[in-house]
Nanobody, 129 residues
Framework: QVQLVESGGGLVQAGGSLRLSCAASGRTFSSYAMGWFRQAPGKEREFVVGLRWSRSSTYSSTYYADSVKGRFTISRDNAKNTVYLQMNSLKPEDTAVYYC??????????????????WGQGTQVTVSS
């Protein structure tokens, strides 16, 4: 059973930074696609950033929504089974619950939430103006 646990959310002023973590447990993966999504009140869950990785090729690539390009960075530490989301220059419109999601049957990063099998419980990010 795969479990994802997010942490690192909180309250920050506009222009500030936060780093979210997503720790996976239950098994190790030889390849995966990891996505970060967010959902603001009254809005649909939206794709923020994704990462694809395969041990066989040591190939890794990242994908960002236009709204966060240049401000957010996704990274991984496979030894810790953890993926990080560094968020800089935060804006009030970044306020949402942030979720990490994992798909292990493919390394294709998808912007569609239904394509991901495993989800974390979410962590609240609030950016004040």
């Amino acid at each position: 059973q795969v479990q994802l646990v997010e942490s690192g959310g909180g309250l920050v002023q506009a222009g500030g930074s936060l780093r979210l973590s997503c720790a996976a447990s239950g098994r190790t993966f030889s390849s995966y696609a990891m996505g970060w999504f967010r959902q603001a009140p009254g809005k649909e869950r939206e794709f923020v950033v994704g990462l694809r990785w395969s041990r066989s090729s040591t190939y890794s690539s990242t994908y960002y929504a236009d709204s966060v390009k240049g401000r957010f960075t996704i990274s991984r530490d496979n030894a810790k089974n953890t993926v990080y989301l560094q968020m800089n220059s935060l804006k009030p419109e970044d306020t949402a619950v942030y979720y990490c999601a994992l798909r292990t049957t493919t390394v294709v990063v998808s912007s569609i939430p239904a394509d991901y099998r495993y989800w974390g419980q979410g962590t609240q990010v609030t950016v004040s103006s």
